[in-house]
């Protein structure tokens, strides 16, 4: 059974870091992996992703330059350290596993954790 949980979420001023985790399970490690996040009354979009060897990263305009992702194979776990936030980032954020074709569209993904609250307050 695949699982992948996010933890790191929470409530942060404007101009702060978090740092979010997602640790996957039952699945081997040979995935490309991605975040996403929805906002209240919008529809889920893309934050960044990171392939298998996690030689290559993607990142929406919105976010280059403030967000960083990384993985680490050897601990099944893929991060997103986010700096310099803004309100408009506060959403649940969604950790993704896939194989697909575009690591940057929904399609290229198979497997979603539950979602971590990131709050940023103004």
């Known amino acids: 059974q695949v699982q992948l949980v996010e933890s790191g979420g929470g409530l942060v001023q404007a101009g702060g870091s978090l740092s979010l985790s997602c640790a996957a399970s039952g699945l081997t490690f040979n995935y490309g992996m991605g975040w996403f996040r929805q906002a209240p009354g919008k529809e889920r979009e893309f934050v960044a992703a990171?392939?298998?060897?996690?030689?290559?990263?993607y990142y929406a305009d919105s976010v280059k330059g403030r967000f960083t992702i990384s993985r680490d194979n050897a601990k099944n776990t893929v991060y997103l350290q986010m700096n310099s936030l803004k309100p408009e980032d506060t959403a649940v954020y969604y950790c993704a596993a896939g194989t697909g074709l575009l690591p940057t569209t929904r399609s290229y993904y198979s497997y979603w954790g539950q979602g971590a609250q990131v709050t940023v307050s103004s």
């Open positions: 990171i392939s298998r060897s996690g030689s290559r990263t």
